[in-house]
């Protein structure tokens, strides 16, 4: 059994609601990053509408400046020092990838050249050197299919950005979609992606590294796996509920979290939810640790007796739910997981059954000993499902920030739910970090 630090875990739910008290509503929007340069400036993207929020005192206050044109989503802040600050999107239509950038701390952005093509889920990375690394993959889920994960690369700052490899290997039948990207403090590369067969359900989680600036990338590792069935039940393993994220810390060290249906004995019955699981490496990603759940058991059975408490009728699909992961880490090597669950049980909109969301914080001490008791950050909101498809989270030396979107009154899931699940009302919250 892991080590909790009980006395911790007391201490942090004691203060939860007082730490994150400073949350701000900044406007609508949906698909929101989130990324500080340390040095009193820290930025919020969101689509639908596309924007930048700044602000210039430390997460204090933030106003809007910049929209951006031609945005279908995936939008991805990237926070550099000396003012340097990267944007990417999906351009509309799904037809390449839009580059902007500022060297003026986002005063004012400038656009930089599109990689076309049906490209999609970009994420951004800086070496040391300034040298930024993208990637992506060519085709989605529900488009082209993917005919692999391509790493790009830009030496300007942004202005342009041009492919150097493939991180995948996929053979035939086997699509590579969904990436995600990391670098460790000695600028090895890493990405992860999820594996396709049926171009719907998510069957793996692989990994992949370079140590040559991204010209070349080891053979994959399996970092986890899913099946449809879990001790005989179905479960839905639909790419869009199968979203993953993970995060390097200093020059080996890597933790992955991941999603999963498991049972739980609760009350004398087995119970069925699907929670956030994780690995670490210790070796740069060469091998992984065991997998375990990332909040302990003890979290897990207590919000899956509040959800049980408050179910609304007996529907058997219905069961708590732990969604929308990512992961930072700050100075100290302390890694943060954002994310979502429905602990809180059900209501009823109209006629239709929705989930009670929350928005949730949990720490991680010790790759080891997992996540401690997570926070509360957010008000319930009442929606069928968590808007799409994520959430986010960033460090500085002073505090860590959680940007999230809210669709309350959803009373649909994906597709029916429309584009009202990829928007609502956005907020940014932050909470003081200990020295």
Same mark, same amino acid.
């Given at each position: ?18 730490? @994150? ?27 639908? %509408? ?18 951006? %044109? ?29 580059? @902007? ?16 093509? %049906? ?121 869009? @509920? ?82 929308? %992961? ?110």
């Amino acid at each position: 059994m892991r080590l909790r630090l009980s006395l911790l875990v007391l201490a942090v739910a004691a203060i939860a609601n007082a730490q @994150w008290a400073d949350v701000k509503h900044l406007g609508q929007g949906g698909e929101s990053t989130v990324a500080s340069d340390n040095q009193g400036n820290v930025y919020v993207t969101s689509h639908l %509408p596309s924007s930048l929020f700044t602000s210039r005192d430390w997460g204090a206050t933030f106003n809007r400046t910049f929209r951006f %044109p031609d945005s279908l989503g995936d939008m991805f802040v990237l926070a550099r020092p000396n003012g340097l600050v990267n944007v990417t999107f999906i351009r509309g239509q799904i037809n390449g990838i839009a580059s @902007w950038y500022s060297t003026d701390a986002g005063r004012t952005m400038q656009k930089g050249e599109n990689i076309l093509g %049906p490209l999609d889920r970009e994420w951004v990375t800086a070496d040391k050197n300034g040298t930024l690394f993208m990637d992506y993959s060519n085709g989605y889920i529900g488009g082209p299919k993917s005919k692999g994960l391509f790493m790009a690369e830009s030496t300007n700052d942004g202005k342009s950005f041009h492919q150097i490899a493939r991180t995948d290997q996929e053979p035939r039948g086997s699509y590579a979609v969904d990436p995600y990207i990391a670098i460790s403090s000695t600028d090895r590369l890493y990405s992860m992606w999820g594996v396709s067969k049926d171009y719907d359900t998510i069957e793996a989680f692989r990994l992949s590294y370079s140590d040559d600036k991204g010209r070349h990338f080891s053979k994959p590792t399996t970092v986890a796996t899913f099946s449809d069935k879990v001790d005989g039940e179905k479960v839905d393993i639909q790419e869009r @509920w199968m979203l993953g994220t993970f995060v390097a810390v200093g020059p080996k060290k890597l933790l992955v979290v991941y999603p999963e249906y498991k049972h739980f004995m609760v009350d004398g019955k087995s119970t069925l939810a699907f929670v956030l699981c994780y690995k670490y490496s210790e070796d740069g990603g060469q091998t992984f640790s065991a997998g375990d759940t990332a909040l302990s058991k003890d979290e897990i059975i207590s919000a899956i007796r509040t959800f049980e408490a408050g179910r609304v009728g007996s529907d058997p699909s219905s069961h708590y739910i732990q969604t929308l %992961p990512w992961l930072c880490a700050d100075k100290d090597q302390r890694i943060y997981l954002a994310f979502t669950d429905n602990r809180l049980g059900q209501t009823k909109i109209n006629r239709f059954t929705v989930n009670k969301w929350l928005v949730r914080c949990a720490t991680c001490f010790e790759a080891k000993n997992g996540f401690v008791w997570s926070d509360q950050v957010s008000h319930e909101y009442d929606s069928k499902r968590a808007p799409m498809d994520f959430l986010s989270c960033a460090a500085d030396s002073k505090n860590l920030y959680l940007s999230w979107t809210e669709n309350p009154g959803i009373t649909a899931d994906f597709p029916f739910g429309g584009f009202a699940l990829f928007t609502g009302n956005l907020y940014v919250g932050r909470k003081k970090l200990a020295e």
